[in-house]
């Protein structure tokens, strides 16, 4: 099946610093999505994103779907932004089922 | 927030005793997930249906059964827990390959 692997693993910030999180997948999509779990354990949708760019707010995602890989920007990092954030995607064979990379956990210190 | 609810929130229960897990949507998408998160194994499909009584198998669905009568309901069934089925079970609804949205999901120990 397709394989998803999300890099940096762990990532720890200052508040209000930049940082950049990416996802790499082995076959074709027709979905990915970007995904955060606050520490409280839910998933909450970022972005539905299987090519192209998007923004929202201080999060902004861009897709290469040609080259295989998604990226994911924060911007002016915030402690409620801590987490782990997940790279799932479907794969072209897949019909719709979601496979998850295994997250990139992110620490923003005050 | 899509309207999805799962319940119990929480369970213990010990091994060779069978669960059911509910997931309840009021949104009306036609499927619906039941995934796994354990650690260092992000979260793992487990089953899946694309319509009432139409259900399908994920990467790890030994041990799980799941039945879908109503299209707002989706039951995940542990015929005999095991204490590797202890985990964090989430619910997911969507319309085909768009966004999925999840539920707060079920806390599981199996003693």
């Known amino acids: 099946g397709i394989q998803v692997e999300q890099s940096p693993p762990d990532l720890i910030l200052q508040e209000g610093a930049n940082s950049t999180l990416r996802c790499n997948f082995s076959?074709?999509?027709?979905?990915l999505q970007w995904f955060h779990q606050n520490p409280w354990g839910q998933l909450i949708n970022l972005f539905y994103?299987?090519?192209g760019t998007k923004q929202n707010g201080r999060l902004s995602a861009t897709t290469v779907a040609t080259e295989r890989y998604s990226l994911l920007y924060i911007s002016s990092s915030q402690t409620t932004d801590s987490g782990v954030y997940f790279c799932?995607?479907?794969?072209?064979?897949?019909?719709?089922?979601?496979?998850f990379g295994e997250g990139t956990q992110l620490t923003v210190n005050p | 927030d899509a309207g999805i609810t799962q319940s119990p929130r929480h369970k213990v229960t010990e091994t060779g005793t069978p669960v059911t897990l509910r997931c309840h949507q009021t949104?009306?998408?036609?499927?619906m997930y039941w995934y796994r998160q354990d650690p260092g194994h992000g979260l793992r499909l487990i089953h899946y249906s694309y319509g009432v009584k139409d259900t399908d198998k994920g990467e790890v669905s030994d041990g799980y059964s799941v039945s879908r009568s109503k299209t707002e309901d989706f039951l995940l069934t542990l015929e005999s827990a095991t204490s590797s089925q202890t985990s964090v079970y989430f619910c997911a609804i969507s319309e085909l390959s768009r966004t999925q949205y999840f539920g707060p999901g079920t806390r599981l120990l199996v003693l």
């Open positions: 799932a995607v479907v794969g072209e064979t897949s019909g719709s089922r979601l496979t």
């Open positions: 994103i299987p090519s």
């Open positions: 076959d074709s999509v027709n979905n």
């Open positions: 949104e009306n998408h036609r499927y």
